[in-house]
T-cell receptor, first 111, second 114 residues
């Protein structure tokens, strides 16, 4: 059973601090990794994708991938109250036509 | 480029009825995936269609079915509705020609079964 695990939270972070979200996955052949943000009552929105080991930065967001440790993380710098949402990690292996989803981490940014 | 659209946005049905939900993918996207999302269960994969063919199916009863048309639009049907089918139903489109397999979600259809 392929699994993606995330701490459900809530993770509470002060405004302006760095929020760190973590995700582990069970399938070593996974090749594509995604972070989605979902506001309450809304649909998930893709915010970052990463395919190679190392860091990928996009504005205040940095995704980090370590395939040897089967670990992917998302850092949000200068956290804002508008970052308060549930963050979903998803993993894909090309031989399977679906993404495997974590249950999500609820992030709360406190002003 | 227009995003993924889903109709209807809200639906109220009674137990035993059936329902059909529609999804129009991003132009050029040929893969459509359907998900059920409930507060306690997170995102649950229903099925994925590509070029009118179902390529993968999640662990849902046969009451849940879908299809895809030649223009990549997709529908899902739920027959004999149960109270537990109340959920947000999401579709996501992607372009499998790319390695990354990014999925883009529609706004969802919120189904309430009474």
């Amino acid at each position: 059973q392929k699994e993606v695990e995330q701490n459900s939270g809530p993770l509470s972070v002060p405004e302006g601090a760095i929020a760190s979200l973590n995700c582990t996955y069970s399938d070593r052949v996974s090749q594509s990794f995604f972070w989605y943000r979902q506001y309450s009552g809304k649909s998930p929105e893709l915010i970052m994708s990463i395919y190679s080991n190392g860091d990928k930065e996009d504005g205040r967001f940095t995704a980090q991938l370590n395939k040897a440790s089967q670990y992917v993380s998302l850092l949000i710098r200068d956290s804002q109250p508008s970052d308060s949402a549930t963050y979903l990690c998803a993993v894909n292996e090309d031989s399977n036509y679906q993404l495997i989803w974590g249950a999500g981490t609820k992030l709360i940014i406190k002003p | 480029k227009a995003g993924v659209t889903q109709t209807p946005r809200y639906l109220i049905k009674t137990r035993g009825q059936q329902v059909t939900l529609s999804c129009s993918p991003i132009s050029g996207h040929r893969s459509v995936s359907w998900y059920q999302q409930t507060p306690g269960q997170g995102l649950q994969f229903l099925f994925e269609y590509f070029s009118e063919t179902q390529r993968n199916k999640g662990n849902f009863p046969g009451r849940f079915s879908g299809r895809q048309f030649s223009n990549s639009r997709s529908e899902m049907n739920v027959s004999t509705l149960e109270l537990g089918d109340s959920a947000l139903y999401l579709c996501a489109s992607s372009n499998p020609g790319l390695v990354n397999y990014e999925q883009y979600f529609g706004p969802g259809t919120r189904l309430t079964v009474t």
